[in-house]
């Protein structure tokens, strides 16, 4: 099935319509290559939406295979890892990604993990892992 018939996308881009956008044309194509099941590279400059061009293609996946109840499921457990290399970054990507969630009436949670996160955040993390988790590299333990 092709990706702009899937349910996913059609929320989707509704959610971006409500709020005077649309989707670009290489988040559709990376969009798509996600739903195909391929890996790939997003070069795109600062400020073009390359978070939504991955970001969303995940939330897409979700929705389309829990269409009922993609609104309500809870601890989902690990959906996407999202490695940035600034702290910084990190908190700018995870209030971007949030609004999108809870705009969508989803209950995912985000969370960060760096250098700077404490001892009981990492713990918590590890009994309840967020669905997105947004790293640093010097986080990333293989």
Request: proline letters at 5%.
């Given at each position: 099935?092709?990706?702009i ?9 509704g959610?971006?319509?409500q ?6 044309a290489?988040?559709e ?25 991955v ?37 700018d ?13 989803m209950?995912?949670q ?16 590890k ?16």
């Open positions: 099935m092709h990706l018939q899937t349910p996913g996308y059609k929320i989707i881009s959610w971006l319509a709020n005077q956008r649309k989707p670009f290489f988040q194509q990376a969009w798509q290559h996600i739903h195909d099941q391929e890996s790939g590279l997003v070069n795109a400059p600062t400020g073009c939406g390359k978070t939504y061009s970001f969303l293609g995940s939330l897409i996946q979700f929705i389309n295979r829990h269409l009922t109840d993609f609104q309500n499921k809870k601890n989902n457990g690990l959906q996407l890892l999202w490695i940035t290399p600034l702290r910084a970054l990190a908190k990507i995870a209030r971007a990604m949030q609004e999108a969630i809870t705009e969508l009436g209950s995912w985000v969370g960060i993990r760096n250098g700077d996160t404490e001892v009981k955040e990492r713990e918590r993390q009994r309840n892992m967020p669905e997105v988790l947004i790293i640093t590299p010097e986080s990333l333990h293989l």
